[in-house]
């Protein structure tokens, strides 16, 4: 069978001495920074970016897929620990973790976030193997109008899931996409919107945008908050095992948040967070048994089936990345940035060109599950005291990072001016009430949108009816407006903002 | 006319403003036909979408939610300004600004020089526990940077090393 033999493939890749290490190296990384609050995984990706330069490509990519599900897996210790969700995507873990730490439960939530990542981490990584390489062959028959059409469906997909205001989210989007027409034009020569600054040429660098926006524009949200006081249950961390009454109640839980994540993550704009709260949202729906106790009030279900969903959401995330070429959510934009500087061109043709890189990533995924389980749950004590290192001690640790990382990029103190300039607007974004990630994706896509655009109206001879007359391309684009219409409905409206408002 | 959410009412404006100047940029390339795209095509498409979508939002801010709803709030220059002159700072004294005048002083005074910048953002400042940290980070940079990911990094001021 195909798909024993790619994963052989895969796993004798993935079992080399070398990447093993990095694939440890990034999980434990990733956890170290996903434990703390206040950094989420773009900004934790995009200040580990540089470190990776160095490396292999194959190792690096393994690395930074190992600081991801590392660093999503991290979110959800600080969210059971310390009643602050470390990533967005643990914000619903908050609820019955936190209460479950108060009532001297820690260890169980704990071990059931973990058992539950684990496995759907498993399933996920069998269904990104699964599924890859039959939608690689769809992709493939792909024109630049179909490109095109499906970028402009994962667009809208990403801002009608995301929260807050729809309209605001699709201007970031634009906004995105006009940052990423900076630089020279590869058609024409002509170095756009470059103010004939010779560093402008290039373009901006995403991991500018990424670590000013992210990381300098989220510190200085979090300084103007006053000073919180976090409290640690920490000592109260004691059996770590769920007892076997919790286990029956985990074990539905956690089937239906894999099922839900690993759906909900190859959607595009999908992903971790939304798997989240979905899984959240059905788990409330279902009959509470005798005995059990209420979700809001520390319900081990409540734990196990947003972590298992928002750890298969990140897994299948992939898929897309993998097989088309395109990013699903800002973690991904970051991931072909990643594979570009490693001068991999994303896109279906890696399967085939470099089957080494797309199946080891694969197989070391789920080497990194497991070393997360083998090595989260002992090293839980460690983590509980890196919580407690004071906010005053970590901003100007993470500015360094930021600063170290964007000049060790090109070795070029250009970046250091940009990264400054792009930490004040994503504060102003902050100020506004507007998301930044959707402007990341489009900043990713937006060269590539451009390209296919001309692509696909040279072979028109500029008709544009060619989105619509071509079947794939307008069922693509068909999808995109009948998601436009659904969040639009006035009921459909209400009920999405209730669900990111309330939990 | 009061503003009724003054996030999306100025959120609206800076996309209206950013589109529009995107777009007048634009005018000033080719900009071709569909079959022919200029390299002024889809940039100009794009502004214009900004602009207008700016519009919506500025509009929707004005009409739409409770009177006095959705404030911006008092802006933290005070964190703003600290935050970003550590960066100018580091990104300074890392290579020296050889048109003014100043000499390159290297990684570790750079690193000295971000982190007690920084430190004075935050909510308090304690000289000796900000040196501590300080050191760490820089001892801690160079191994990680320098010595061990092998990165090239001005590490000492040029007077000194030459």
């Given amino acids: ?503 | 006319m009061k503003i009724k959410s003054q996030k999306d009412f100025f959120s609206g404006l800076m996309f209206l403003a950013v589109g529009l100047a995107f777009a007048i940029g634009a005018s000033n390339y080719t900009i071709g036909t569909g079959a022919r795209m200029g390299p002024g095509y889809f940039p100009l498409i794009l502004g214009v979408l900004m602009a207008i979508l700016g519009a919506a939002i500025c509009v929707g801010g004005l009409t739409k939610g409770p009177e006095g709803g959705d404030k911006i709030g008092k802006w933290a220059w005070r964190q703003v300004f600290f935050i970003l002159a550590a960066n100018f700072a580091f990104g300074i004294l890392l290579v020296g600004v050889p048109a003014v005048g100043i000499p390159q002083f290297g990684l570790i005074i750079a690193i000295y020089a971000l982190v007690f910048i920084a430190s004075l953002g935050g909510h308090s400042f304690n000289f000796k526990e900000t040196a501590i940290l300080a050191t760490v980070l820089a001892v801690g940079s160079y191994f990680a940077f320098v010595w061990a990911l092998n990165l090239q990094f001005p590490v000492w001021p040029s007077f000194i090393a030459g």
């Fill in chain 1, 1 to 503: 069978m195909d798909l024993i033999q790619n994963l052989s493939t895969g796993f004798g890749v993935a079992f080399t001495f070398q990447n093993l290490i990095y694939c440890f190296v990034g999980c434990l990384l990733g956890t170290l920074i996903g434990v703390l609050p206040g950094i989420g995984p773009v900004a934790t990706i995009a200040m580990l970016l540089p470190a990776t330069y160095a490396l292999p490509p194959v190792a690096a990519l393994i690395m930074l897929a190992g600081i991801y599900y590392g660093a999503q897996y991290g979110g959800s210790t600080t969210a059971i620990l310390v009643n602050l969700p470390g990533e967005s995507s643990s914000v619903v873990t908050v609820i019955d973790g936190y209460q479950m730490a108060r009532k001297g439960r820690a260890g169980p939530a704990l071990a059931a976030a973990g058992i539950g990542s684990f496995f759907a981490g498993c399933v996920g990584t069998v269904i990104l193997a699964a599924f890859a390489p039959p939608l690689t062959e769809v992709a493939f028959k792909f024109g630049p109008a179909e490109y095109f059409s499906l970028m402009t469906l994962g667009l809208i997909g990403a801002v009608v899931l995301a929260s807050g205001s729809l309209l605001k989210a699709i201007a970031m989007i634009v906004l995105g996409l006009l940052l990423g027409m900076v630089g020279t034009d590869v058609n024409s020569g002509v170095a756009r919107y470059s103010f004939d600054i010779p560093e402008l040429t290039d373009g901006i660098d995403f991991v500018v945008i990424a670590m000013g926006v992210f990381g300098y524009g989220e510190i200085i949200a979090n300084l103007s908050k006053p000073d919180d006081e976090r409290e640690v249950f920490a000592a109260k961390v004691t059996g770590l095992l769920p007892t076997s009454e919790d286990f029956k109640r985990m074990l539905p839980a956690m089937l239906r948040g894999t099922a839900l994540g690993s759906a909900l993550g190859i959607l595009p704009g999908g992903g971790a967070m939304l798997s989240a709260f979905a899984a959240y949202t059905i788990e409330k729906k279902t009959k509470l048994k005798p005995g059990e106790v209420p979700f809001g009030q520390g319900n081990i279900r409540g734990v196990c089936a947003p972590e298992s969903a928002n750890n298969a959401g990140s897994q299948t995330s992939f898929i897309p990345l993998l097989t088309l070429g395109i990013p699903p959510n800002a973690v991904m934009a970051l991931m072909v940035g990643a594979m570009t500087i490693h001068n991999i061109q994303p896109g279906p043709q890696v399967m085939t060109s470099n089957p080494e890189l797309f199946w080891g990533l694969i197989a070391s995924m789920w080497i990194g599950n497991l070393m997360l389980i083998i090595l989260n749950l002992p090293l839980i004590g460690v983590w509980i005291k890196l919580l407690t290192v004071p906010y005053r001690w970590l901003f100007p640790s993470i500015v360094l990072f930021c600063a170290i990382g964007v000049y060790g990029t090109n070795n070029n103190v250009w970046d250091v001016w940009m990264v400054g300039i792009f930490g004040f607007i994503g504060y102003v974004f902050h100020k506004l009430g507007t998301e930044p990630a959707p402007l990341l994706l489009g900043f990713i896509l937006g060269p590539m949108m451009e390209e296919n655009l001309r692509r696909a109206l040279l072979l028109s001879r500029g008709d544009w009816s060619v989105f619509v007359t071509r079947p794939i391309s307008a069922c693509l684009l068909a999808a995109a407006v009948v998601l436009l219409v659904i969040v639009l409905m006035p009921a459909v409206k209400n009920k999405r903002e209730e669900a990111f408002v309330e939990d």
